[in-house]
């Protein structure tokens, strides 16, 4: 259940007999000619629908993270890492004062990876609770299934072009682009990083039959429900 859609007392009734609850985290940047929005859209949907069944409970996504390679695209947020930690410990201190002991924190993005380490740390003052760091889109089963449709993908290629990620009056070029080199990438600076991307696509085909998204996005759901099923210890 998304928690946006209940009040208060439903939280506090559902605190009787469970605590377990999905935090999703994504990111305001540039996914080419996809919504600024992917990173969060995704976390947050697949967040909802693995958690739809069994009743748990999904906060609304985080929707800006750590992502300062991209600042030179307009449109691009991004917070310093210690302020999306600071965030991320203060969502975990609230959740844990509230109630919930079980935290899937369901990722979108991979520049927010540093949360990773900080619920490591955070658990260690918390033995009582337990937290998962969830990469959704690199999960072992869902990125095997990626690899086995297409072994080219990377940021803002198909294989973030879903249904819910496109915007309705822009479409996608045909064909692809070659793969950049993400060490290279790595080592400069915004306005270089934007030169080189173009458009932003990492490279790969810039979209996808739907139903090869579709069959990546049930087994993205099935992992992901799996995990907020446990076993946690």
Known sequence: MRVSETNWMHVEE?????DRC???????????????SVDSILSERVAAEAAAP???????????GITPYFTAFPGT???????????????????????FRRILLCNGHGGNAPAAG??????????????RFHNWWNA???????MEIDKVGSHASWSEN?????????????????MINHDTLRLLPPTEVRRVLGDG????????????????????????????EGPWE
């Open 201 to 228: 696509n990492f490279g790969g085909l810039y979209q996808r039959p739907d139903e090869d998204m579709l069959a990546i996005w049930q087994v993205a759901v099935a992992e992901t429900r799996a995990l907020i």
């Open 14 to 18: 559902y605190l009787r007999h469970d």
């Open 54 to 64: 069994l009743g748990v409970p999904v906060f609304p996504v985080l929707a800006y």
């Open 77 to 99: 947020l991004t917070l310093r890492v210690e302020t999306y930690l600071a965030v991320v410990r203060d969502l975990l201190d609230g959740l844990a004062h509230s109630g």
């Open 118 to 131: 900080l619920a490591v740390e955070w658990i260690s003052h918390h033995p009582d609770c337990r937290v």
């Open 140 to 146: 072992p089963r869902t990125a095997a299934k990626a």
């Open 162 to 178: 879903f249904p819910w990620t496109r915007l309705g009056n822009v479409a996608a070029p045909p064909g692809g682009k070659p």
């Open 22 to 36: 999905v935090v999703p985290l994504g990111s305001t940047e540039q996914h080419a000619y996809l919504s600024l």
